[in-house]
């Protein structure tokens, strides 16, 4: 499917980011196995996750390698995993959806003052900073691989544009490289502790696979996932 994304793909970009961080141990120590098997996840952002969420906003308005980014190809749509209500499902985290929420928000806000064009591609609503319309589009974990297929299906869509993409960590290196990315460039395995990288996917030129560390929160780290 990579081979087909540099094909079908025509001056698009793809960014992904982590959902915000969860609830953490109270003791801020790893949990004993006992404990593993008696946590609930809550399915919602920390605190600090919230913090990030909303970081995340100024991050794509007015940090510089974002912004050189979004300059030639705008925002126009933002996929986020959704929370699944089918009996039994994986996937039943709101954080995906958390996480970009504050920045859809800012574009909805930001769309009652600046002049919106038509909206393409026959949808109705649209936000705005750059002209452009920013469609959401949410997606359920167990239905990744449609999500990707529809992407390809519909890839003129985003000619000119870039498309962010906010989910789950375990299957970003697979949508990476369902995405164009060249395999070799990508992490085997995104860390369960970093919720601080971005990565940037050209389908066109799948060696300018990057990674920039956000540097948004304090303990943040200034390193990206090593290989």
Do not use: C
Request: net charge positive.
């Amino acid at each position: 499917m990579a081979e087909q994304s540099r094909k079908v793909f025509t001056n698009t970009t793809f960014i992904i980011v982590r959902h915000g961080e969860k609830l953490t141990w109270p003791d801020g120590k790893a949990p004993s196995r006992g404990a593993k098997k008696r946590y609930v996840d809550d399915t919602l952002l920390s605190a600090k996750g919230h913090e990030r969420a909303f970081a995340l906003v100024g991050y794509f308005l007015h940090r510089k390698e974002m912004t050189d980014l979004l300059k030639d190809r705008p925002l126009t749509t933002i996929i986020a995993q959704a929370s699944d209500p089918r009996p039994n499902a994986a996937g039943k985290s709101q954080r995906p959806y958390q996480t970009i929420a504050p920045l859809l928000a800012a574009l909805t806000a930001a769309a009652q003052t600046l002049p919106v064009s038509p909206a393409p591609f026959g949808h109705a609503s649209a936000a705005t900073v750059t002209g452009l319309p920013v469609d959401h589009l949410p997606f359920f974990k167990r239905d990744l691989v449609t999500m990707v297929r529809r992407l390809h299906a519909e890839a003129h869509r985003y000619t000119g544009a870039t498309v962010l993409l906010s989910g789950a960590h375990q299957y970003f290196r697979e949508i990476a490289i369902a995405l164009g990315a060249d395999a070799t460039r990508v992490p085997a395995k995104w860390p369960g502790k970093r919720f601080d990288v971005t990565w940037v996917i050209d389908p066109e030129d799948p060696h300018r696979f990057r990674q920039y560390a956000q540097r948004l929160l304090w303990d943040d780290r200034s390193k990206v996932i090593k290989l």
